[in-house]
Structures are given as C-alpha cells and as structure tokens.
C-alpha cells in the first residue's frame, strides 16, 4: 500500500506532494482558524461570537526567484520538478520543504494564542558555493471584500503603507456587530518590503492563476499594483542576498483588524515567541491523557492527533458551521483530557440555547438559526454530566450561563430544560417529534409536519433523562430526581411498545404513519443508530442483545459498520433528503465512522472483546484493507464509501470536519481502556482488544496523575479483574482509585477469563 508518509516522532512527514487529494492540517484560536495542505493550499477566517466572518485567506502560495527563473516555495505544479521535497504536519503548524535551484526553503505555518491572524515563515539557505540573491514572495488570495462575481461590483483598495511596512486591503462588512465596518486586511513583514500588489490581475494577469502568475513570469516579483475597485490579493517582495552556505528567516503576518492602528508590526522576536507559546499551549491543553498500544499507528493517531481534533471540534464544530450538537458532543470527547477547557466551552454553548429549553442547529452570519432539528438540545445534558463527573465539583452545576435572550439560569437550570423541552415535545404515540431532523441531517421532512417521530432521539431522550435524574440526586434535588426518572421510564416504555420490531429498534415514524427502519420500509430496512444508542441508554439487555446480534449480522461488513440497508435510492417525501448522497455515500449507506466509533463504544459496555478489536482496526486509516485509502493517516474521516460507489469503494469522505475522531478517541479512554471518573475517583472497566496483552493509558484527573498498566492473563479477551494494585498496595477492584492532587499512581490492572 503506498503510504506517502510516515509518523516521525509526533509529527507527520508527508514524502510525496503528489496525492490524490489534499491533506490538510489545522490551525486555531477562539478568533481565527486556518487550515494548509502539502502543497500550501488552504483558507483562514475570523469570525465573532455572532459567527459573522471575514474570509481572510482563500488561498496562498509563496514564490522564489533568482533572477533568471521563479518557482513555488509550496511545492507547486506539482509537474515542476523538485530536487527534495516534504510536508511536516504537526499539531500547532506546518512545515513545508523545497529544494530546488541550489536553495532549501522551508514554509512554516501557523495560528497564535490569540488574535486574528496567521503567520508564515519563510527560510532559504543558499546550497550553492556562489552568492545568490533572491526574491521571497508570499501572495494571498482574498475575499475581505465580498465573493467574487463575473460582472459583480467591487468596493475596495489596496496599496502598500510604508510606516506599517504592509500591504493592506479594505473592505466593509458587518463583523462584531450588524453595523458594516471598515476592515483591514494585511500581509506584513519583518524585514523592509522591496515589493508589493494589491491588484489581483496585475499579479496572476487578467487570465492567469497561482500556477502561472503574470507578475513572476515577467518580473520574477511584484509589480507594485495599487487597487481601486478592482478584484484584489495579497502579495509582498523581500529581496534577499546570501553568501555560500548562507540562512535567512523572514516572518510574514496575514491578519485582519478593524483599525488601521490596531494592524501589529511584524517583529521577528515577537512572533518567534508567539511560536513557542502556541506549542506550550497544546502541550498544556493535550496533555490529559495517552495511551501505549502494540500498533504504533494508532499510538500517533490518538496521542499526537486525536485530542488535537477534538480541541478544534469542540470549539469550531465542523468549521463550515457552529454546529451546536457538534460543538457540545466534541466538548463532551474533550472532557475526558481537559475537562476544565470543556466546563467552559459547554458554557458558551449553552448561552445560544432558548430560554424554554430548546436548542438551534447554528449561529451563522450574525444570527441564530434554528434549521428546525429537533435534537440539539438532547446533547447538552451528556457533556454536563461528563464534565461533572471529570470535575468532581458540583459547583459547576451553579454556574451561571446566559440564554439567548438574555435572561441566565445555572448549568444545571440550562440542562434540565432541556429534558423538560423534549419531554413536552413529542408526537405520534407520545415519543419525540423529528421535526427537521435529529442527528441524521438528511432526515429533514419526518416530521416537518409537526407529527412525525424519531425513534432514535426518543432513545436519545431516555438516556438524557436518567443522566439527569442522577445529577438531580447529586444535588438533593428530590423532585426533580423523580421528574426525571419518570421521564425515562415513561419514554423507554414507549420506545420499547412503539419503536421496538422483533429484532430491531426502527429509525422513525413520519408525519403520514409511514415508518422508517421496520421490515416493511421501501429502502433503509436496517438501521445502526437505534440499536447503537438502546445500549448507551441503558435499555433492556435482552432487548439490547438481540438488536445488537441483527446490527451484526445486517450492517457490520468487511470495510466497517454500515450506517442504513438498503440505501435509499429513491426521492420518497416523507424522509427528505436521504437520497440526495448517492447510494453508498455517508449516510446513505456508507460506513459512516461517527456511528462507527459509538459501536466500539457499546462493544466496550457490552464486553465483546473481539468486536472491540475488529472495530478499531476497522476504523483506523492505516489498517483499511482495501488498501484504497488517499486520506490524511493522522486524523480520521467522516465516511468511508460503501461498495455501490464503484470506484471510490472503500475511500475515505472528509476528513477533519467530523466527529468520528473525536468520539473514537473518547470510545478508547471510556469504554475500551475502561477510565470512569465517578466523586470518589477513577474507575476501572475495560475491554479491551484480545491481542492486548500488555498496554498502558496515563489519565489526568483532578491533578492527580494515574499510570494504568494493563496485562491479560489469557489467550483470549479478558474482562474479569484478577487484581489492581496502586503504588504495589492491592486495592479493591470494584471501587474507584481516589485522586491524590500533585501526586502520580502507578496502578497494575491483571486481567483474567
């Protein structure tokens, strides 16, 4: 299988800049996220707390000349022959690697602490035994002003200003309030400018592009173009002369402010150290948990990246959208290594709800948008009972949070009506309408009606419903504790009468009795979500064990767990866009890994080793077999495509912008490895692959540092708790480790059959 790359350290290296996609890494702060591929391609934000946003970057590429000819420091054509090349991905930047005419240049990327910019570094060294001088020309692509149209009005300008030592650009927009404001987009530098542009068509030519830029083809550098509503970019010329053997850095800042005076100079010591504080920073915020495994891929794929995604989900949901769902299930993932950072996020999250418990899909371009799904508000009360029981502190369920009107209630008031909203919100038969969807976006026409129900977000409802009953009981919340259970109890009485068919849960029942997921439906007979989620919600395990057995024998296929089957393959009204993927793809019947790691979570509570095991490998990029896969290796995808897509059979969707890999690490620490924080402590339950003899995972919880070594006796899964000894003092097996702040535990778990 050809690899294009491998794991170096924590890093890693891409070795071939010609893949059959990108592969992106990321980089953010609460202010600006920007994300880069092997060949420099990419886009960076801002965005308030409104989600209004400055599309700052739509692409970049930066150039070298020499004076005879010019070449692309970011590894472009990709029919331009390169002497060496490399990508290293890193979590926090990027570095690409070029060589080419006798210069190595190095192209760093990345996102500071704070602040709405982006930086770039670039570094050339003079490989020859003669002095060269040399032309350094970063250029950006933008849209500060608007989305460029054929025949479309532009209002901008651009020109360079000396005393900033930048080019800026201009355009007004509504950003931090609804008022349009003058923004300022920049591309500076640390060392003093010998060239700009500003004018799009002066710099890549009125029909050119950034393989074939007008401005380095006849001037090998800018071409100091001003721009009056005109398409505008982001170009700036350094000129460079190195001796023999020679290195020289230069640190460029692509930002965007709304005064000309906030724009920062471009200090090379001051971004130098910007640098250092980021990596500090994830080293900080990642820090909460690691594991060592047999298979070295996934020991990178979770240690080095795995919480780096989940970091980004939790704050910036799938990026193209504040996903409230998103954002607060990613923060519950977060709570299992940072569950501080994730009492905050689910606290921002929470200040979009409505007053009356009800939850929207996003906030986007300067408003709250409902989108009409009715799950939203279901997930709020799972990463609150999480973060709790991570804290131990009930005192965050005092904590005071805005609603979106104004108006605050506690953590806890935001999450009791939640369940209180859904509770009141149902239909046929008394379970909990779809609306405009649950968590299946392309169900969107259920229940739209105001009658349809889903099945699955009842489950979801019940689950809710005893999570919050037991947060009820934490605070003596008597009545409320007994609201609660009733609730859950009522609700899975329903789901179990209504919802239950022999041997599965269906999916749902539409607005006209038509029903979804049953034996007798058109298309989508099969589905994985219900029967996954009957197990999280603590259903019957009867029930659970025979719905569970029919998910394996009908969804669980050699390339991982289907998600529906048959697809749907027909425009039938009463789901709504299930068809609109084709056949095979993402929720239409691919292997849709989100639900693919809720599997390995239930196979976890379950006990089935053996499932376990097969799960992950399925799952993990690397261990795909059919040897078809063209993703990033380092993170995970949304889907891998089913076998009715042909030739993209068994090829991974898109990768980052997904919370498959959030939910697979959070899987792995909970269930797999068995870390269950509960007010007394850590503990104990895993399940873990059968071939795991002697593994190990570090968990930080509550300051006290827990080293959990773990050897199976026997040949096959073990589940059975010989012994744990803690610091080599046995303990009892069936009670939670209590945390020592400051100190580290090292705890030996022996298991048997």
Known sequence: MKTYGHFENKNFVITERDIPRNWYNYFYNDEYVSFVSQVGFGQGFAQDDMGRRIKLVEDRAVYISNGETYWQATALPINDPLDDYSCVHATGYSDINVFKNGVHSTCRFFVGNEGKREYLKVTVKNETDKELTLKIVPYVETTIDCKYTPQGYENDEGRLYEEKNCAIVTGKMPFGSEDAVKQYGYLSSSEKLSGFDTRKTAFIGTYGNKLLPKAMIENLGCTNSISIAEKICLAVENTVTLKAGEEKSIWYTVGVEDSYDKIPVCDYNNIENEFKLMLDKYDDVLSGVSIKTPWDDLNHLFNDWLKYQTNLGSRWARVRHNGMRDMMSDTECLSCFNAELAADRICRVMSYQYENGYAPRTFLDGTIQDKNYADNTVWMTYTVYAITKELGDLSFLSREVPFNNGTTGTVYDHIYRSVSFLNGFTGHYGLVKAWGGDWNDNMNKVGIKGKGVSVWLSIALVRAAKMLAEIASWLGKTEDEQFAKKVAFDMEERVNKYGFEGDRYIYAISDDFFTIGSEESEEGKHTALP????????????????????????????????????????????????????????????????????????????????????????????????????????????????EQTGYRF?????????????????????????????????????????????????????GCTYNVHFIQKDECGCNNIESITVNGVKVDPTKAIPPIKGETLNVEVILTK
């Open 650 to 702: 068994g090829t991974p969707g898109q990768s980052w912008r997904t919370a498959a890999g959030q939910w697979f690490m959070y899987a792995l620490v909970k269930f797999v490895y068995g870390m269950q924080p509960n007010f007394d402590g850590l503990l104990i339950k895993p399940t873990l692959p059968t071939s795991w003899k002697d593994c190990s995972i570090t968990k930080t919880l509550r």
């Open 531 to 642: 029967q996954l989620w009957s197990v999280l919600a603590d259903f019957d395990k009867e029930k659970c064990t025979i719905v569970m057995d029919a998910l394996e024998r009908e969804l669980n296929v050699d390339i991982g767990l289907l998600i529906c089957k048959p697809p749907y393959a027909k425009d039938l009204p009463y789901y709504g866009d299930m068809s609109r993927p084709s056949v095979g793809v993402r929720e239409n019947g691919g292997v849709y890994l989100h639900a693919s790691a809720w599997k390995l979570a239930v196979d976890g509570i379950l006990g089935r080793n053996d499932k376990v095991e097969e799960g992950i490998h399925k799952i993990l990029p690397g261990h795909h077999q059919y040897e078809k896969k063209v993703g990033e290796p380092y993170v995970l995808f949304n889907a891998y495509m089913g």
